[in-house]
Structure formats: structure tokens, C-alpha cells
């Protein structure tokens, strides 16, 4: 049997570590909130769920499932009851199940949501393609492969994006002008993107695909990050 590489290691404070990246997954000083401030808010989802009867968010690296699993936190307590939110997400190295519940850990009302999704997810991953896993109202479509081939691919339009494969500097291959053409293309009229990354050359590529952009306060101690809208 081919052996696995490892791909991830803990920090002192429990942070998962892609190693091949050389990057936190999620912030060091606490995912949730920064998952909440630069995809959510940034996004204006709050207001959004509570109006819509359905809605598309897409996210460049599902990694831990962490933005997945608030953004249904919060939908669950806001959308409308018959609301369906449908979530696609790229990955080209998924986690496996216990990573991503070692992950989990420290937000144990998180953990309970992605239970449903397990038995779904361990069967999917490691396969190219797209695969939509389901439950309630909720259907997680996983593209695992590299999102350069898969974005193209979409079905589909987004009215949400979360940009958040990495910083660009670790990891330029998701930020790439073909890539965010790509993410334009496939982004409703009216439908946006967030990411915390609010490098000059960034927001111009993503102004070169067509999105209005504009640079806000960012998480935490980060002065910046960057929003956009298709108009
Ligand atoms: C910052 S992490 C995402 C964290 C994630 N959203 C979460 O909530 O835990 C970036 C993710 O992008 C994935 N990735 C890196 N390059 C990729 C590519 N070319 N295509 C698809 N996914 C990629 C990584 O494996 C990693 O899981």
C-alpha cells in the first residue's frame, strides 16, 4: 500500500500546520472568530441568510471544514426554516476524518454539525471529481482536486466566495489571474467574495476579473484584508 505524506502538524497551542504549505490552516489566534470576521462578515452573510431562501457560498481549501461548519452555525440560526444553503468547496489535499476532529476540538458545537457529513466524507476523499454530500436542508458539494482544473468545471454560480487557500505568498497557485477569472465567471450578479489577504497585486487581479473591490479593516491585528462585489 502506497504510503500516506504527512501533511500536517499540531503547534504548541493545537493549531493545525499544512506542512507542505508551511501555513496555519486557519489563524493561530483563534479560527472561528477570524472565520466569522473575514468570510461571514466580509461577505455580509448575516443579513443575506436571513432574506434568502437559498444560497451558494464557495470556498478555495475546505481544509479543516472550519468556515464550512460555522457558516452552518450561523445559518441555522438565522435562515428561514425551509432555506436551503448549498456550500461547494475545492480541495486538492483533503484532511482525514480524525485530523479534521482533532481540529475540531476546541469548538465542540462545530464538531456536532460535521458528524452527519462524516460517514459521507470519508467515502469521497482522496477521488477527483465533485461529490455532494448531504444533510437536511444542507448539501456540502466537495471538488477535490486542484481547483485550477475544478473551478472551470462549476455547474453552478456562487453568491458567496471565500478565498482562502493560504496566504498568497505560500501558496501563489490558487492566486492566479486564470483562477480568479474563473472564480468571476462563476459568481452570481450581486454575489461576492472575502479574503483576508490584502495584497496590492491581489486586489488588482481580482479588479482585472471584473469584481468591484474595496479594502477593509482585516481580523485581529491585521490592518487590512479585501471584498468585492460583482456588480
Ligand atoms: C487555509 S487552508 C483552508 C482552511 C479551511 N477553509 C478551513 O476552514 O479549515 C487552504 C486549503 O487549500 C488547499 N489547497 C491548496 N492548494 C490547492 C489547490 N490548488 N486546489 C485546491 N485546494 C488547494 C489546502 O490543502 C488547504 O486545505
Redesign the pocket.
Known sequence: MEKKEKNIEWDENGTPI?L??D????SKRD?RAE?NHVFIQGNDLITRFEKTESLHTA??????????LETLNLWKKIAQKEAKLFYT?????P?DIADIQK?LVPWPDLAKYFQPFEEQYAQQTGLPGFYELSHENVTLCLAI????QLVPKMTNKADAW?L???SPAK?P??WNEALMKAVYEKTSKGGTFATYSAAGWVRKMLEEAGFQVERIKGFAAKKHMSIGKKL
Do not use: I, Q
Request: charged letters at 20%.
Open positions: 499544512a507542505r504549505f501555513d496555519p490552516y486557519y479560527g472565520s470556498e478555495l481549501g475546505f481544509g479543516t471544514g472550519l468556515n464550512f468547496s475545492f480541495e486538492l489535499y484532511l481540529a482536486g486542484d481547483a485550477n471565500y482562502d487557500g493560504f501558496n497557485e490558487l
